[in-house]
C-alpha cells in the first residue's frame, strides 16, 4: 500500500469559497433526490470498503489502534450505519401523518414532511477518528443535505485517507472536507450554516455554541463526561470486573462513553480487585506492552495529561502503573482512591485509567454520583434488578449500559446522545436522519372545506357559542382528580383508555362467541 501522504491544512481564506458552494448547491436542490442521496451512500461504502487497507494503516499510525479494534469500532460500525440508513431511507423519508388531529380538522390532511435542514458542518474528534465523522455523515447524507467535514488534525492519517475517500467517490458539490485545526475551524464557525455537529470536548463545545448562538445556528454537541460505574455486593463481581475491564482497554480508554471511575461496595472490594487482576491476564497473557491489542495514547500531550492526573492522585495503586513517553504508553492502572476531589475523579481521564471509590452502601454511591457531576454522558450499575432501576431511576446520564461496560453505545442503531453538560442532541440509527431533517408539518386546505373554515373570518358577531362547544372538556377537577362519569364508564367497560375499553369489548365479544359455538345456541 502507497504511504499516506502527510496532512495539508486548508487556506482560511478559502474556506468562505468552499461554504457558499456548499450552500448553493443545497440551493439548488441537487440533494433532495432520494436516488442522488442512495447513491451517494452506496459510493461512500464502497468508498470505505476500498480503503479499507489505508484506514488501518491510519488508525494504527494516529492512536495505534490495531487492526481488530479498527475493523470492529470504526469500518464495521461505519459499513453497517451506511447500509442500515440505505435500507431505512425510503420509509424515513416520506411524508408522515400527523397523530392526534382533531376530528373537525382533519379536512386539513396534514403532514409531517421530512425536510433536509441545508448546509451542515460536521466536526469530528480524534479518537474514534472514521466513526465519528461518517456515521454523521451519513446521517446528513441520508436526510438530504449539503456536507463540510472538519476531521481532527490530532489523527492526520485518516484525516487525509477519509478526504481522498470523500474526494474520490462524493459528489464534490455537495460535500467537502476542511482540514486543519483551530484557524481552519474558527474560519468554518464564521460562515452561516443550517446546523452544526460537533464531537469533542466541552470547552471548544461551549465556544461552538456560543458562536452557533450568534446567527441562531442549532447545534448538536456530543461531549465528554465523567462517567460513573456502581457496583454493589448483590453484583456478579466476576463479570463487574470483566466488562468494566472491557470499557477502559477497547482504544486504550479513549472513549467517551467509558467508565470514568467506579464506586464499588467495600464489602466486595477486594474481590473485584483480584478478578480484575485475572481479566487483565485472560485478555493480555503476555502484558499489554508487546500486543497489537492494546493502543497507545493519542500525542504526548494528552500523555502528560494523563500521567499528571496519575501524578497528582493521593490514590494507591492496585495494578498496573507502567508508563513510558518513548511510545505514549500507559499500562492500564487500577487505583484505589479515597475521596471526590481526587484528580483522578474530579477530571475525565479518557485513557487507561480505573480509579476505585470504596462506598459503604447504595445510598452513598448514588448521592456521590449526583454530586461527581450532574449529567454525564453514561452510567453503568452493576446489582440486583432492584439496584440498578434505582440508579437508573436517580442518577442521570446520556445514555446507560446495566451490567456492561458501554453496551448501549456499541450498537449503530441505537439513538446516542448526552445530557446536560454531556451534551445535546443525538444521533445513529434513525436519530440520525431526524438529526439533520426539519419537520415540516405542512397542512392543505381544499377549497370545499370553505363553508367549515368560515367560523374564523370576522365579524364574530354570534360565533362564540360554536367556539364554546368546539371546545375540549376537562376529565379532571380542579384538584388533579379524575372525574368518573357513569356513562363512560360503561361505555369502557370500566377502562382507563379507549384502546383499553375496545380491547374489553373484543374479549368480551369472542368469549361470547366461542360460548355460542360451545353451547350450539
Ligand atoms: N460524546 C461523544 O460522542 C464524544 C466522542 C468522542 C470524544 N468526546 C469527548 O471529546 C474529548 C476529547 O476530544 P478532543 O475535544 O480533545 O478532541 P480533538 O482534539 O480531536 O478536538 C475535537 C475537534 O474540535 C476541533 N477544535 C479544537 N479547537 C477548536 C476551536 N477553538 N474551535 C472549533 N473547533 C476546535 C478540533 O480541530 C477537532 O476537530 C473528550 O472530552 C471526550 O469525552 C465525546
Ligand atoms: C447473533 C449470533 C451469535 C451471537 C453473537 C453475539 C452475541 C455477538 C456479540 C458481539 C459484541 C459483544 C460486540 C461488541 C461490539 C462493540 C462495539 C462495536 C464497540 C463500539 C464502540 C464505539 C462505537 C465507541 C464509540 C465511542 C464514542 C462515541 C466516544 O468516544 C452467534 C455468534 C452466537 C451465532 C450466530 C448468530
Known sequence: MAAIPALEF????????????????????????????????RKLYWGLKDNANAIETACKLDISKGVFETNLSELNFCTNTIIYDINNLEKWAKDENSPDVPIDMMVLRPKIRKDPLGAVLIIGPYNFPVNLLICPLAGAIAAGNTVVIKPSENAPNVAVVLQKVIEGYLDQSCYRVVQGAIPQSTALLEQKWDKIFYTGGATVGTIIAKKAAETL??????????????????????????????????????????????????????????????????YYPNGTRNTEDFGRIVNNRQWQRLKKMLDDSQGRILMGGDMDESDRYIEPTVIQVSSLTDSLIANESFGPLMPLLPVSNLDEAIRIANEVQATPLAMFPFGNKTETDRCLAEIRSGGASVNDGFMHGSLPTLAFGGVGESGQGAYRGKASFDCFTHARTITSTPGWAEFLMAVRYPPYKGKLKMLRRMELKPDFDREGRMKYSLVRYILSLGAASKRAGLLRYLVVLISALGLKQYFGM
Open 10 to 41: 486548508a487556506e482560511p481564506n478559502l474556506i468562505s469559497e468552499i461554504a457558499s458552494e456548499i450552500r448553493s448547491t443545497f440551493l439548488s436542490h441537487k440533494t433532495r433526490s432520494l436516488q442522488f442521496r442512495l447513491v451517494q451512500l
Open 217 to 282: 445556528t442549532p447545534v448538536t454537541l456530543e461531549l465528554g463526561g465523567r462517567n460513573p460505574a456502581v457496583v454493589t455486593r448483590n453484583a456478579d463481581i466476576r463479570l463487574a470486573a470483566r466488562r468494566l475491564l472491557w470499557g477502559k482497554v477497547h482504544n486504550a480508554g479513549q472513549v467517551c462513553i467509558s467508565q470514568n471511575y467506579t464506586l464499588i461496595d467495600k464489602e466486595v472490594f477486594d474481590r473485584f480487585v483480584l478478578e480484575t487482576r485475572k481479566a487483565m491476564k485472560e
